[in-house]
Nanobody, 115 residues
Framework: QVQLVESGGGLVQPEGSLILSCTAP????????MGWYRQAPGSQRELVADIPIYLPINYEDSVKGRFTISRDNAKNTVYLRMNSLKPDHTAVYYC?????????WGQGTQVTVSS
């Protein structure tokens, strides 16, 4: 069973920052597109950003310039740095690894933006 281990969520004030981390097994991390999704209450899960092995990084339009996804190949870890957070960013954030028909998910980490 593939485990994606997430960390870094929590409560942050508006305009604050958070960094989410997700570590994957090496054989997955080196061959899969890594990404972050989020699901707000009452909403569908949606892509936030993903970072393929060779293709350009992809961001959901509303987070461009505010969120940054990166991957550390030595640590098998993908990061999502989130700046200038707003209450609308409150959601459970999920790490994802996908390649073709195969996809794996982390357990999710709660991000709450509130004063």
């Amino acid at each position: 069973q593939v485990q994606l281990v997430e960390s870094g969520g929590g409560l942050v004030q508006p305009e604050g920052s958070l960094i989410l981390s997700c570590t994957a097994p090496g054989d997955i991390f080196s061959r899969y597109t890594m990404g972050w999704y989020r699901q707000a209450p009452g909403s569908q899960r949606e892509l936030v950003a993903d970072i393929p092995i060779y293709l350009p990084i992809n961001y959901e339009d509303s987070v461009k310039g505010r969120f940054t996804i990166s991957r550390d190949n030595a640590k098998n870890t993908v990061y999502l740095r989130m700046n200038s957070l707003k209450p609308d960013h409150t959601a459970v954030y999920y790490c994802n690894a996908r390649r073709g028909e195969f996809a794996y998910w982390g357990q999710g980490t709660q991000v709450t933006v509130s004063s």
